[in-house]
């Protein structure tokens, strides 16, 4: 079971990001600050979530908490500052979204860097941990995934409804196909020769 918080004292933000993997698309992030106690029987961390529960946590939770923010970083400036430092951002962005600002960070992971004088607290498996943590990761796939949703009607031959932008065999062979599209994350295929050779032996 998830614990409801990491202490009593301060306010706390979960935060967590999604999409770091994928080829293409933006790099997603939310921050969650939850009611005091808050139990949801469903929530856990996203990836071990159906879509249909996913999607009914995120309703629950937009409108539950006590604040929530959602910020993406799109694959151009992923590109220039690489993928670490672009969910960094797109974490200290979504907490400078919120309406009520907290007084401690639980980041998903174990590492962090922001330029927000707020502490913060990495914890590693945070989203299977605390509450906060998972609703974080809850709204920030979900949304994520809609977003990828939406262009994939724009490049239909990637099949990015089903794949979401992520290294599939299926994804990787549709580049080599028909190339890069405006929404491909450049700096995670300047090697064709590597997704060639993957795709071959796989074959």
Known sequence: MLKACYQHEWIEAGCDEAGR??????????????PPGWFHPLLNDSKKMSEKNRNLLRTVIEQEAVAWAVEIVMPEEIDRINILNASFAAMSRAV???????????????????????????????????????????????????YMMRIAAEYPVYKWEQNKGYPTREHREAVMRHGLSPYHRLSFNHSFKQLELFSLDEK
Do not use: M, W
């Not at 994928?22 to 969650?32: E, Y």
């Not at 004088?117 to 994520?144: E, F, N, Q, W």
């Open 96 to 146: 400078t979204k919120l309406g009520t600002k907290p007084q401690l960070l639980l980041i998903d992971g174990n590492r962090f860097r922001s330029s927000l004088d707020i502490p913060y607290r990495c914890i590693v498996k945070g989203d299977a941990t605390y509450a906060p943590i998972a609703a974080a990761s809850v709204l920030a796939k979900t949304y994520r995934d809609e």
């Open 21 to 34: 993997g994928p080829l293409a698309g933006p790099v997603t992030a939310a921050a969650v600050i939850l």
